[in-house]
Nanobody
Framework: VQLQASGGGLVQAGASLRLSCAAP????????TGWFRQALGKEREFVAA????????LYAPSVKGRFTISRDNAKNTGYLQMNSLKPEDTAVYYC???????????????WGQGTLVTVSS
């Protein structure tokens, strides 16, 4: 496994969670980091992306203003801060790394195993 996602859990609507994406023993120098999610019975969808420098970010309209993506290159770790969670945010969240800063899954060639986020109403 190249990436390790963690931080998921069961929370109530309105709560916050912070997901982490670690790359132990490896540096994805120059790579963008992305977060995707897949709800039960649905396709995997883009959530957020950040460039290697951290200067530029992209967000899906459904999470913009509530989620914040960040990274700490010194720790080889990326983060997804999720605030004001809604039941529709319930999904398995995946982190990914790749040479393209994009909302497309195909731009990422390293993936984590996913972490489950469940938001109750």
């Amino acid at each position: 496994v190249q990436l390790q996602a963690s931080g998921g859990g069961l929370v109530q609507a309105g709560a916050s969670l912070r997901l982490s994406c670690a790359a132990p023993g490896r540096t994805f120098s120059g790579y963008a980091t992305g977060w995707f999610r897949q709800a039960l019975g649905k396709e995997r969808e883009f959530v957020a992306a950040i460039t290697w420098s951290g200067i530029s970010t992209l967000y899906a309209p459904s999470v913009k203003g509530r989620f914040t993506i960040s990274r700490d290159n010194a720790k080889n770790t990326g983060y997804l801060q999720m605030n004001s969670l809604k039941p529709e945010d319930t999904a398995v969240y995946y982190c990914a790394a790749g040479p393209q800063y994009t909302i497309q899954r195909e731009g990422y060639n390293y993936w984590g195993q996913g972490t489950l986020v469940t938001v109750s109403s």
